[in-house]
Structures are given as structure tokens and as C-alpha cells.
């Protein structure tokens, strides 16, 4: 591609660029990697970074197509890459508490005119998410004409999400919107985390067709399950069923841990989640409570909804329930792989960001996580994902796992269906679950190859989105 794309940006700081967005009130800090400390920053001004750095590109390559420069040396014809952390509530002041942090307040003067001049495009790359609904482009869009930006100017590229769009195009309509945000789609999660895997592995010298089949490599940072542990596992029984890590304590996750609870299912299992600390627990409802509709909604106002509601003070008890790392707050996003707990079960419940929401095929990154580790899941989370990652060319686990839940559209039967079928699976025995998971091995081997050849075309990918953005 001969097209050169500049990229532009507000601030350096020590030799480096500093995201846009950042806080022209906080200090970027760099940790030992040269990158964004971002445990430093929260320890600091005790709210998360709305930004951080997500583009890997070889700046030091003089023939390089894509350029970053100071906005002062640009004046047309560029792109303000905006790179969301964390959710997009924080990113445009909509959530309580991140109101002067919205990225708007963050953009330098003559850059901002620029913009308003329509000279270059804000470009928000939340490739790491997908939770974004109509609210939040309704939200942004009001934001943009505050700050006279035509909505046209701004481009917001997200992972998997493919049912927002028409509905905020639906809203332009009906208020008269003739211009507005552009929304990108892509499968950019996928490539992040088959980039993941990548950066753990490197290519071994083997003879061994075998060995070659199954990707011919062996692990340098020993984070992700490798072939040879599986088949050195194969005579051995794992000590848990299944491992399912939390983070953010969303309400569908609150119910999915108090159905845990119910079933006696937290005890013996890899199951990690914290209620103590408000960072963690502070997305559960109001003072830390969960929101009690979110529940409702889900379960059904049931004897099962007061139970469940009832477990809360149950579950702070157990709190912090650690798998791997003892503070939740540094495990965000990509990266974080650790293979042992993938090794100590047979399965993963994988909780996703939207569960309840009108969003469809709505995925993130933890949806392709047990894939770098050779692992069976089960997914709370949006309609349809199973169905759409099949037409990505990997393989779920039917007839070994019951995915009727992925078409249902009705959460509280979503629910009903992926509680059934845990409960059945968790009901084996230790030889008929062993004897299960090895019985998937092809499509776990398959899936495993298929991320890796996304990852390898990860900085590919998202410079092909950039090229064809101006």
C-alpha cells in the first residue's frame, strides 16, 4: 500500500507520545516495559485510565505507511486515534465519577479546531471491546455537538458487536440526525488474542509429522497450554471441573456466581470474583447492591430471584475467591494468560460483557481465551455467538455440550437452558469427564491452530482498517 496515513497526537512526555484522551491534569506514567503503568495511575488518582496505548505499529520503519507525528505538524488529512480502556461510559464522561475525564475535555485547542474544520477524523479504537449500546452513540452524539464536532468526523471502530448500529441510525432518524458517527465493526478481539498467543510461542525444529500437525512450537514465556501437556495430561485426572474468572461484577455475572452458589459449584471449582472492592463490585447496582431488576430479568421474580439476591452477603464472605491473581484489579484485557488453572480443569464458563442487553453477537476477547489452552466452553453471554464464531471457521462442542442456549433470544431462558446443561456436565464423574474432554480433542487442536493463524495477521488486520478509514 502506498497511501501514507499520519496519525496525530497531543503530548509527549519523555520521549514519548502520550495517548489522546489522557488527562491534561495526570501524569502519564511508564512502567519497566516502557508502557502505560496503568496500576500506577489508578493508585494515583483512584479512577481507571480512559485510554492507553493499543496500536502496534513499527514506527521505526522508514518505509512504514502509517506515521505518527504531533498534531502541531499536521494540519489535513489525519486521523486522532482515540484508544479506549476499559468501558465506554468512562471514555465519554458518561459514567458517575468519570464526567471530567471524558476524552472531549482532553483535546488540545488547535487540534480541536482542526477538527471542527473537518481537517482529520477522531478515530475511537475500542478494538478491545464490544459493549457498546444506543445509549452510549446517543450519549457521545450529544457530547459531539456540545463541543461543535460534527458527528461525521468521529469513527467509532469496536470488536464484535453487530446489533448497536441500526438502532442509534433509528434514533438520528427520528430526531432529524442527518449527520452521524460512523460505526466500524471488525474482529479485531479475535486477532488481539491469537496476537496473545503468538507473543508466547515461537517456532521449534521438528521432524515429527505429528509435532507438525499440531503446530510444531513450543512455549517461551510458559503461559499457554502447549500440545505435549495435553497428551502428558491424558493419564492424568484434573483436580476441578471447570474454571470461570470475573472481574467486573456485572449483575449477570452476580447471578451467574449466586447460581454457582446455589448448586454448590464455587467450592471445588476454579471460580475467581472479589465483591469487597468497590472497583470490582462498584458495577453491581447502586452502593454496591445488586440491582435487583438485572436479576429479576434474568431468573424471573421467583423463589429462586430471593435466593439468589440473598447470596450476596454469602458471596463477600468468600471474597476475594482467587484463581490466579490476587488482585483483580491488575487482570484487564488482553494478555494475563497463565496456563495452570486451564490445566487443573476440564472446561470453561466464560462470562461475557453482555448477557441481558439488546445486543446480538456482542463477544470480547474472553470468548477466544480457552482457545489458547486447548479448553471446551460454555458462554453466558449475547444470542448467537457460538453460531457466528462457526462462520469464522472454528468448531464448537455439540453434541458434547448442548449449545441450544446460544439461539435463544429470551435471557431468562438463556439462563434456564445454560444453568441445565452445566448442572448435567457437572454431574459426571471424574472418569466420564476425562474421558469427555478427550473425546474433543480434534476440534480443541483446531481451534487452537485457527487462533494463531489470526494472530498472525493481528497488525495486518488493523492496519487494513486504517488504510481504508480516510
Keep these: 500500500m502506498d497511501k501514507k496515513v499520519i496519525l496525530i497526537y497531543d503530548r509527549i512526555e519523555n520521549g514519548q507520545f502520550v495517548p489522546n484522551g489522557w ?31 493499543q496500536l502496534e505499529l513499527d514506527v521505526s520503519n522508514s518505509n512504514n505507511t502509517i506515521i505518527p507525528k504531533l498534531a502541531d ?53 475500542a478494538v478491545e471491546e464490544s459493549r457498546v449500546t444506543v445509549n452510549n452513540l446517543v450519549f457521545l452524539h450529544e457530547q459531539l455537538e456540545k463541543f461543535e464536532i460534527n458527528p461525521l468526523s468521529v469513527i467509532y471502530l469496536t470488536g464484535h458487536n453487530w446489533s448497536t448500529e441500526a438502532p442509534y441510525l433509528g434514533w438520528c432518524d427520528i430526531n432529524h440526525k442527518q449527520d452521524r458517527i460512523k460505526m466500524i465493526n471488525s474482529h479485531s478481539q479475535l486477532h488481539l488474542k491469537g496476537n496473545d498467543l503468538l507473543k508466547s510461542i515461537i517456532y521449534a525444529d521438528v521432524d515429527e509429522p505429528e509435532e507438525k500437525e499440531h503446530g510444531g512450537y513450543y512455549v517461551t514465556k510458559d503461559t499457554t497450554v502447549t500440545y505435549e501437556d495435553i497428551k502428558k495430561f491424558q493419564n492424568k485426572k484434573r483436580k476441578h471441573q471447570f474454571l470461570c474468572y470475573n472481574r467486573r461484577l456485572r449483575p449477570p455475572r452476580y447471578v451467574l456466581l449466586a447460581m454457582l452458589y446455589h448448586n454448590n459449584l464455587i467450592e471445588n471449582n476454579l471460580v475467581s ?14 452502593n454496591g447492591k445488586v440491582h435487583k431488576p438485572t436479576v429479576a430479568e434474568i431468573v424471573g421474580k421467583t423463589k429462586l430471584y430471593h435466593k439468589y439476591i440473598s447470596y450476596q452477603d454469602k458471596l463477600v464472605k468468600m471474597s476475594p ?5 490476587e488482585d483483580l484489579t491488575k487482570v484487564m484485557g488482553p494478555g494475563c494468560e497463565n496456563k495452570e488453572p486451564y490445566l487443573n480443569s476440564y472446561f470453561s464458563l466464560v462470562t461475557e ?45 455439540s453434541p458434547w455440550i448442548d449449545e441450544s442456549y446460544d439461539e435463544e433470544e429470551d435471557c431468562l431462558i438463556r439462563m434456564e437452558l445454560f444453568t441445565t446443561e452445566i448442572k448435567r456436565i ?16 480434534d476440534i480443541l487442536v483446531h481451534n487452537r491452530n485457527l487462533i494463531y493463524n489470526y494472530g498472525e495477521k493481528y ?6 482498517i486504517i488504510y481504508d478509514i480516510l
Design 273 to 286: 470474583f472479589d465483591l469487597t472492592k468497590p472497583d470490582i463490585a462498584g458495577s453491581l447496582g447502586p
Design 23 to 53: 488527562s491534561k491534569d495526570c501524569e502519564y506514567f511508564i512502567d519497566s516495559n516502557k508502557a502505560g503503568d496503568i496500576n500506577k495511575y489508578i493508585q494515583t488518582y483512584k479512577v481507571e485510565p480512559i485510554v492507553h496505548f
Design 353 to 397: 460483557t453482555a448477557f441481558n442487553e439488546e445486543l446480538i453477537y456482542c463477544s470480547s476477547e474472553k470468548i477466544y481465551r480457552p482457545m489458547l489452552h486447548y479448553h471446551p466452553f460454555i458462554v453466558q453471554g449475547s444470542p448467537y455467538m457460538l453460531k457466528n464464531i462457526k462462520k469464522l471457521g472454528f468448531k464448537t462442542f
Design 73 to 125: 505538524e499536521v494540519d489535513e488529512n489525519f486521523i486522532y486515534p482515540v484508544e479506549q480502556f476499559g468501558a465506554v461510559e468512562k471514555l465519554i464522561g458518561e459514567e458517575v465519577g468519570y464526567e471530567k475525564y471524558c476524552f472531549l475535555n482532553h483535546i488540545r485547542k488547535s487540534t480541536l479546531q482542526k477538527i471542527k474544520d473537518k481537517k482529520g477524523k477522531i478515530v475511537i479504537f
Design 459 to 464: 497488525n495486518s488486520y488493523l492496519e487494513t
Design 321 to 325: 475467591n482467587t484463581v490466579d491473581y
Design 426 to 441: 457437572c454431574s459426571m464423574s471424574v472418569d466420564e469427564m476425562h474421558n469427555w474432554y478427550y473425546e474433543m480433542e
